[in-house]
């Protein structure tokens, strides 16, 4: 290891100070926030507004993922990644449900004509 001397104010006794190296361990951050996933489900797959909310938790929490506070990144982001599963669940079952619904009232109609 190299040593360089201090620039400013000398030691007292004119000798170099050796600076030592100093290790920052970062644990690995990995924090989704699912920002496409919320928008798609805030557009088209919006049942009872859970669409909104997952679009809202995951604006939160890349705003505080940018801000350094992981620990709050990482609750919205699980929670938008909650309520856009639960939305695409609910809005896939209105869907097959309308479409059960639709074909329903078309047998219906095509029998009470004949």
């Known amino acids: 290891m190299q040593s360089y001397p201090l620039r400013g104010n000398p030691m007292q006794d004119d000798k170099t100070c050796n600076g030592q190296p100093v290790v920052v361990s970062m644990p690995a951050q990995k924090l989704d926030d699912d920002i496409i996933f919320s928008t798609f489900n805030f557009h088209y797959c919006n049942p009872c507004c859970l669409g909104f909310g997952a679009f809202y938790n995951s604006v939160k929490a890349r705003d505080r993922r940018l801000l350094g506070d992981y620990a709050s990144a990482s609750t919205y982001g699980t929670r938008a990644r909650r309520l856009n599963i639960a ?16 074909v329903y009232a078309y047998q219906l109609s095509r029998f009470s004509h004949q």
């Open 87 to 102: 939305s695409v669940i609910l809005g896939v079952l209105y869907g097959i449900l309308l479409i059960v619904i639709l």
